[in-house]
């Protein structure tokens, strides 16, 4: 079987500050389908570095990058949107939702990019929020919500197209540890059902609730834990 995410000696080099920073360094790693990953490290080891690339938001300066057999390197712009809509439930550290906005059309917002019906994007949303436990707060703007609610409505709409993999950025960053075990539960629950889940964390409690954890430090991976084989 192949791998869902592969990744080959990928190095990033980001040119924009005033001197060139080597994010990755020969970055190797496979992840299957259905595993439950967290990746850890330092401050400025690489991990959103990892993610925007694994998340097809950024391009590696070299190495490849293939996603569930297909190579990243020769997809047009309109197949990578077409991954990260489809594949991929993003969730990151700030929740970016809609601040003007109820729970349940933050949680639609994507499903009308992936062109499904009114109808059923508002029945699907309804669900996905009951799941994540906020059936009372459909019509909530998030300023009328929690952190902990925010990132619920986040990964409920990382859920929304029904992605294959979920990637979250430090998902539990701001939340208090009650808050965060909540999170994980969620978390839990979608891998139970078959979902990849791949989050980058610095908190060691949060990173054990993972089933392998990839280590990185400058760059490198210097320990990979409990992989599948
Ligand atoms: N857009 C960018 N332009 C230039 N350098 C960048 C850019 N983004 C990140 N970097 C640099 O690349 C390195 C890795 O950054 P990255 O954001 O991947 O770290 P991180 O592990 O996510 O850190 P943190 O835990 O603080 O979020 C850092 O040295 C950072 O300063
Ligand atoms: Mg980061």
New binding site residues.
Partial sequence: MIPLIDVKGITKI?N??EIA?K?LSDVSFEIEKGEFVAIV?P???????LMHILGCLDIPTSGTYIINGRNVENMNDDELANIRNKEIGFVFQAYNLLSRTTSIKNVCLPMIYAGIPKTERYERAKKLLISVGLGNKLFNSPNQLSGGEKQRVAIARSMATEPSIILADEPTGNLASKQSMEIMDIFDELNIKGNTIILIT?EENIAKRAKRIISIMDGKIVNDTGRLN
């Fill in positions: 980001y924009g500050g920073t994010a490290g401050s400025g080891s690489g991990k959103s570095t610095h």
